[in-house]
T-cell receptor, first 111, second 114 residues
Framework: AQSVTQLGSHVSVSEGALVLLRCNYSSSVPPYLFWYVQYPNQGLQLLLKYTSAATLVKGINGFEAEFKKSETSFHLTKPSAHMSDAAEYFCAVFNDYKLSFGAGTTVTVRA | DADVTQTPRNRITKTGKRIMLECSQTKGHDRMYWYRQDPGLGLRLIYYSFDVKDINKGEISDGYSVSRQAQAKFSLSLESAIPNQTALYFC?????????????FGPGTRLTVL
């Protein structure tokens, strides 16, 4: 079965600094990969998804992710963090008609 | 109005009680899902349904049951609640695409079992 692993349960960045959230996948076939964001007291919202088209995927709110097959990675980045980016982020893989999620990474943004 | 709604948003109950969590959607999607979220574990799939007559167990279905009353409604029941079922529960919907589904999530129900 396909799975994802998120490296780092908590990330703290300064406002204006780079945000980098790491996700590695395990898959024997080309995966379909997702990043979701969960703001406090809300449900999950899709940030972006990779479906085997362009390897650099742009999402909402200035986020992007790059699919690297050689590294089995799908890391999420944003060049300049904003206070509103404080949330929990989940990487997920589409697996047999279902999504399998990583454990999540909580991002805090320091003023 | 929200596309995926969940009721109640918060519930506190006692061990042994029967609880029903409800999910409704106006997106017209065929596929619906129930997940639970626990700190440090991400979201885990409880049950999913690809249409009204199709119900499938997820990875953690023990202690739960579901009912797909209509295309737009999917309910999750805890027949006899226990404290380790305290969690945040999410409903999600999707419509099959050419290569993959994008799932849309409700706001969640926070359940506490005392």
């Amino acid at each position: 079965a396909q799975s994802v692993t998120q490296l780092g349960s908590h990330v703290s960045v300064s406002e204006g600094a780079l945000v980098l959230l790491r996700c590695n996948y395990s898959s024997s076939v080309p995966p379909y990969l997702f990043w979701y964001v969960q703001y406090p007291n809300q449900g999950l919202q899709l940030l972006l998804k990779y479906t085997s088209a362009a390897t650099l995927v742009k999402g909402i709110n200035g986020f992007e992710a790059e699919f690297k097959k050689s590294e089995t990675s799908f890391h999420l980045t944003k060049p300049s963090a904003h206070m509103s980016d404080a949330a929990e982020y989940f990487c997920a893989v589409f697996n047999d008609y279902k999504l399998s999620f990583g454990a999540g990474t909580t991002v805090t943004v320091r003023a | 109005d929200a596309d995926v709604t969940q009721t109640p948003r918060n519930r506190i109950t006692k061990t042994g009680k029967r609880i029903m969590l409800e999910c409704s959607q106006t997106k017209g999607h065929d596929r619906m899902y129930w997940y639970r979220q626990d700190p440090g574990l991400g979201l885990r799939l409880i049950y999913y349904s690809f249409d009204v007559k199709d119900i499938n167990k997820g990875e953690i279905s023990d202690g739960y049951s579901v009912s797909r009353q209509a295309q737009a409604k999917f309910s999750l029941s805890l027949e006899s609640a226990i404290p380790n079922q305290t969690a945040l529960y999410f409903c999600a919907t999707s419509s099959p695409g050419l290569s993959t589904d994008t799932q849309y999530f409700g706001p969640g129900t926070r359940l506490t079992v005392l």
